[in-house]
């Protein structure tokens, strides 16, 4: 594992976040019958939430909303009706929701040829502790990755990671204020900086508030 350079940071009091819950979902029949709008409308809210971090890496900032959508996606997939399987899948999806003092992020890093993925995911072993994101006036956050479990090993990195960046008040207020918020990588074998855009800067800065959702009209 590659060494990180993060800094101590004096983190807010965590706020309340309200979890997702059985009641908040869908039957599969209610679901079912609205799929089309509702998938509609979340697939371009997290269009909103997703930014390019170079040519092979993307990050799918996650909310409720995103949430939401990849559990009743699921339960209509595997036709998950139970009262069990449904906590099974809201228990595993809910701690990508952000908690009021950060941003939660799915990274993804995308090569078409499977060989050369192959190739670049063990160029890349640690990547996903270099990834940082940056407010306007303030040090660099770097992320902290994969929490449930350690996906890089000592020969290749995943291609899939769940990343966290915490926030101290003053940073908050920056996002919520408008300053420029920058989304970096500083891996030996893969650095990129990005600016993240307005329209996507708005959404980021609700996970700090009270974060949207989507109801069946």
Not at 39 to 45: I, L, P, S, Y
Not at 106 to 124: H, P, V, W
Not at 173 to 189: K, R
């Amino acid at each position: 594992m590659l060494a990180s350079s993060r800094k101590p940071l004096m983190l807010i009091a965590q706020r309340p976040t309200k979890m997702l819950t059985p009641q908040d979902l869908y039957s599969l029949e209610q679901y079912s019958a609205r799929r089309p709008d509702f998938k509609r409308r979340a697939v371009e809210h997290r269009q909103r939430r997703q930014v390019k971090l170079g040519p092979n890496i993307t990050l799918h900032f996650e909310d409720r909303v995103t949430v939401q959508y990849q559990i009743q996606e699921m339960l209509l997939i595997e036709r998950t009706f139970s009262t069990q399987g449904i906590q099974d899948e809201l228990d595993a999806y809910n701690p990508l929701i952000p908690t009021g003092t950060n941003l939660k992020a799915t990274l993804t890093i995308e090569y078409s040829d499977s060989a050369i993925r192959a190739q670049q995911l063990s160029k890349l072993r640690g990547i996903e502790d270099r990834v940082y994101v940056q407010v306007e006036g303030h040090d660099p956050v770097y992320a902290i990755a994969d929490e449930d479990l350690d996906r890089s090993n000592d020969t290749k990195t995943s291609a899939v990671h769940f990343l966290r960046f915490e926030f101290t008040n003053n940073m908050v207020t920056g996002l919520q204020n408008n300053f420029v918020l920058t989304l970096g990588v500083d891996h030996s074998e893969y650095s990129y900086q990005v600016q993240i855009d307005a329209s996507t800067l708005d959404s980021l800065a609700n996970d700090f508030t009270n974060q949207p959702s989507l109801t069946l009209s």
